[in-house]
């Protein structure tokens, strides 16, 4: 008995357990549907698009030139603009060399001018006389005639005056001056220094327009819809925007498009775009009076070709390896390729997988499968997918 009781117990108490475990109830079962991802979408629409093809360049001159002494001697005057940066007025004298040799070769020339029209005088008055002298000879020879002698004459009269007026350009080219607006930009000599004709006095650029050399892909020619070798119409061009930041602010300036090369650059497979400013350091300054100057580099957007009805979507909705994510009629996702034409910051053109009306997600989505479920609520421009959890996923 003092053993038996307790098996006794332990053994009841087994019983009980297990009958209360076969008439426990049967627990009510629930199928959950997962719950959705929430997501931004826009509605694809047929829109008239603007293309826009933003490429880079530095500015450069329209020219550039090297100031070179014509005729030798010493540098006797030096102007107050010949100094990097100066501002260059056209016919305006930046150096003056020595003139008293080109003076005196200048007399000398006239003098001798005088001595061959003398000579003239002489040549034509003994012709004169020996034409009478010889009236009543039959077929008088032309030196008899002193034909030759008054040709010889004429002919050093010529040389003559050539040779004063090759003093006197001598004599001008002393005063050595630029025929456009600029400014230099390095110089090479100073007063007092001894020159010799062929020597660089300095370099200059003019100012009345600028030239900007941009790279354009294949693509991009596509969206300008201009022929290889396209040359504008004199005023004419495609618009151009250029943009910098200089002196801590952001410059804008407006040009044009008015050629493109003729050939493609065989190391970089590029074709190259020259755009234009006219008067960049007067009238078409930026919106803050910053000229768009020689060197600088800068941004420019070219409006290109319009497209009409283009299929365009967000660029947030274009996602790697061309693909699209897009929330169907049911309210699943479907990851559709697509063709692009054309992308911009702003948005992209599709050619081929997509329809108007369709909704493309433009948020980002964790984990994307094919089927998930989604659910767009009503909305003009952006609809979004109700669901308990954030963007990213998280609840």
């Given at each position: 008995?003092?053993?038996?009781?307790?098996?006794?117990?332990?053994?009841?108490?087994?019983?009980?357990?297990?009958?209360?475990?076969?008439?426990?109830?049967?627990?009510?079962?629930?199928?959950?549907?997962?719950?959705?991802?929430?997501?931004?979408?826009?509605?694809?629409?047929?829109?008239?698009?603007?293309?826009?093809?933003?490429?880079?360049?530095?500015?450069?001159?329209?020219?550039?030139?090297?100031?070179?002494?014509?005729?030798?001697?010493?540098?006797?005057?030096?102007?107050?603009?010949?100094?990097?940066?100066?501002?260059?007025?056209?016919?305006?004298?930046?150096?003056?060399?020595?003139?008293?040799?080109?003076?005196?070769?200048?007399?000398?020339?006239?003098?001798?001018?005088?001595?061959?029209?003398?000579?003239?005088?002489?040549?034509?008055?003994?012709?004169?006389?020996?034409?009478?002298?010889?009236?009543?000879?039959?077929?008088?020879?032309?030196?008899?005639?002193?034909?030759?002698?008054?040709?010889?004459?004429?002919?050093?009269?010529?040389?003559?005056?050539?040779?004063?007026?090759?003093?006197?350009?001598?004599?001008?080219?002393?005063?050595?001056?630029?025929?456009?607006?600029?400014?230099?930009?390095?110089?090479?000599?100073?007063?007092?220094?001894?020159?010799?004709?062929?020597?660089?006095?300095?370099?200059?650029?003019?100012?009345?327009?600028?030239?900007?050399?941009?790279?354009?892909?294949?693509?991009?020619?596509?969206?300008?819809?201009?022929?290889?070798?396209?040359?504008?119409?004199?005023?004419?061009?495609?618009?151009?925007?250029?943009?910098?930041?200089?002196?801590g602010r952001q410059q804008q300036w407006t040009g044009q498009l008015v050629r493109l090369d003729a050939a493609i650059d065989s190391n970089t497979r590029?074709?190259?775009?020259?755009?234009e400013l006219d008067d960049p350091y007067g009238e078409n300054t930026s919106q803050n009076g910053m000229p768009m100057a020689v060197g600088l580099y800068v941004t420019a957007r070219i409006r290109g070709r319009e497209i009409a009805d283009a299929i365009r979507i967000p660029r947030s909705a274009l996602?790697?390896?061309?693909?699209?994510?897009?929330?169907?009629?049911?309210?699943?996702?479907?990851?559709?390729?697509?063709?692009?034409?054309?992308?911009?910051?702003?948005?992209?053109?599709?050619?081929?997988?997509?329809?108007?009306?369709?909704?493309?997600?433009?948020?980002?989505?964790?984990?994307?499968?094919?089927?998930?479920?989604?659910?767009?609520?009503?909305?003009?421009?952006?609809?979004?997918?109700?669901?308990?959890?954030?963007?990213?996923?998280?609840?």
């Amino acid at each position: 008995m003092k053993y038996a009781a307790p098996v006794m117990m332990l053994g009841i108490g087994a019983a009980a357990f297990q009958l209360l475990q076969a008439t426990k109830p049967e627990p009510e079962k629930r199928d959950e549907a997962p719950r959705p991802v929430t997501v931004f979408v826009e509605e694809v629409e047929a829109a008239q698009v603007q293309l826009d093809v933003v490429t880079q360049g530095e500015v450069r001159s329209r020219i550039t030139i090297e100031l070179v002494a014509q005729v030798g001697g010493r540098v006797t005057a030096v102007s107050r603009e010949f100094v990097e940066g100066g501002m260059i007025t056209p016919g305006e004298t930046l150096i003056t060399i020595e003139d008293t040799d080109y003076l005196l070769s200048l007399r000398q020339a006239d003098a001798r001018v005088a001595e061959a029209t003398v000579a003239v005088e002489l040549a034509l008055a003994d012709a004169d006389v020996a034409r009478k002298q010889l009236r009543n000879t039959n077929n008088p020879s032309a030196l008899a005639l002193k034909k030759p002698q008054v040709a010889e004459s004429l002919a050093r009269q010529k040389a003559a005056e050539a040779d004063l007026e090759q003093a006197r350009v001598n004599l001008q080219r002393t005063q050595v001056s630029l025929p456009f607006h600029g400014r230099m930009a390095r110089t090479y000599v100073d007063l007092g220094q001894y020159v010799a004709p062929g020597t660089a006095l300095g370099q200059a650029f003019a100012t009345d327009r600028v030239e900007i050399r941009l790279p354009v892909n294949d693509a991009q020619l596509a969206s300008l819809g201009l022929p290889i070798g396209y040359v504008a119409e004199e005023g004419g061009g495609l618009t151009v925007e250029f943009s910098a930041r200089v002196a801590g602010r952001q410059q804008q300036w407006t040009g044009q498009l008015v050629r493109l090369d003729a050939a493609i650059d065989s190391n970089t497979r590029l074709l190259y775009a020259t755009a234009e400013l006219d008067d960049p350091y007067g009238e078409n300054t930026s919106q803050n009076g910053m000229p768009m100057a020689v060197g600088l580099y800068v941004t420019a957007r070219i409006r290109g070709r319009e497209i009409a009805d283009a299929i365009r979507i967000p660029r947030s909705a274009l996602r790697a390896g061309d693909t699209v994510y897009v929330v169907n009629s049911e309210g699943l996702l479907e990851i559709r390729s697509v063709e692009v034409s054309y992308s911009s910051p702003e948005f992209a053109v599709i050619d081929n997988g997509l329809g108007v009306g369709d909704l493309v997600i433009v948020s980002t989505i964790r984990n994307p499968l094919p089927g998930m479920a989604l659910q767009a609520s009503e909305s003009t421009k952006q609809r979004v997918v109700s669901t308990g959890k954030n963007d990213d996923g998280r609840g």
